[in-house]
């Protein structure tokens, strides 16, 4: 395999890093596809360093401490699912998983470790350069959101969400939501009951001004309901979801 020649800090040779470049580890074991996905990240202005097995990736998730993973799900040693468990426990990064199979039930497993979002084989550079500026935007409204002061939680029958500390409870039982899920329920949680289409949904948690990720919010959605409770968001076919409430 080619190999990803890098400085001590982690950026290509020869460039210099500004100290706000972000860090995306790119975990693949196909020397075409990382080649590929590195140089495109890079040309976007990210520092990227590349691993291709599971023990490597968590190894170099812990040593270089990136702000991102994009994370293929087959990999030798044991595979992007165990790498996702390892890496979440050490610290929460956003991941991006790679999936070779159009397989519903891997996307949902891939969620459920702590992935943020999926993509499929094949797919467009251009396209996975805007998921990873997507969730790092989100990561970072997220902490701006946590920073700021906002009394109240906002309690919809059994469920609580607490939007300082991004925080969601059931029952009085913490759930464990990843980034896009807590963003997910809360978008639907802004208006209980009202319908929101999938592309709205991909709009106002995704920022993405296209219906080609429709797929995305339902397997996010499969997440949810597994998390908070299947009754709790209504399927309307055809157009989207609502988040159910207690009638008054």
């Not at 470049?21 to 020397?31: A, F, M, N, P």
């Not at 709205?200 to 080609?212: C, G, R, Y």
């Amino acid at each position: 395999m080619e190999q990803t020649h890098t400085s001590p800090n982690g950026t290509a040779a020869g460039a210099a890093a500004p100290a706000t470049q972000r860090r995306v580890l790119v975990v693949e074991d196909d020397s075409t596809i990382v080649e590929a996905i590195s140089a495109r990240l890079r040309a976007e202005g990210f520092q990227v360093q590349t691993a291709t097995d599971g023990p490597a990736a968590v190894e170099a998730a812990e040593a270089w401490q990136p702000d991102l993973m994009v994370l293929d799900v087959m990999l030798p040693g044991f595979d992007g699912l165990e790498v996702c468990r390892r890496v979440q426990a050490q610290r929460p990064v956003p991941v991006l998983m790679l999936t070779a199979r159009d397989d519903e039930t891997d996307m949902l497993v891939g969620l459920g470790v702590g992935a943020d979002d999926y993509m499929t084989k094949p797919f467009s550079m251009r396209e996975l350069a805007a998921r990873v500026h997507v969730l790092l935007r989100r990561i970072e409204r997220a902490a701006q959101a946590a920073a700021a002061p906002r009394s109240g939680i906002l309690r919809l029958g059994e469920l609580e969400v607490d939007h300082a500390q991004r925080r969601v409870r059931v029952r009085g039982e913490d759930v464990h939501l990843t980034p896009t899920e807590f963003d997910l329920l809360v978008c639907l949680a802004n208006t209980p009951r009202a319908v929101l289409s999938r592309e709205q949904l991909l709009a106002e948690v995704w920022d993405w001004a296209d219906a080609s990720g429709t797929r995305t919010v339902d397997s996010h959605i499969k997440a949810l309901r597994r998390k908070i409770g299947a009754e709790r968001i209504r399927t309307v076919h055809g157009v989207g979801y609502a988040l159910e409430t207690p009638a008054p």
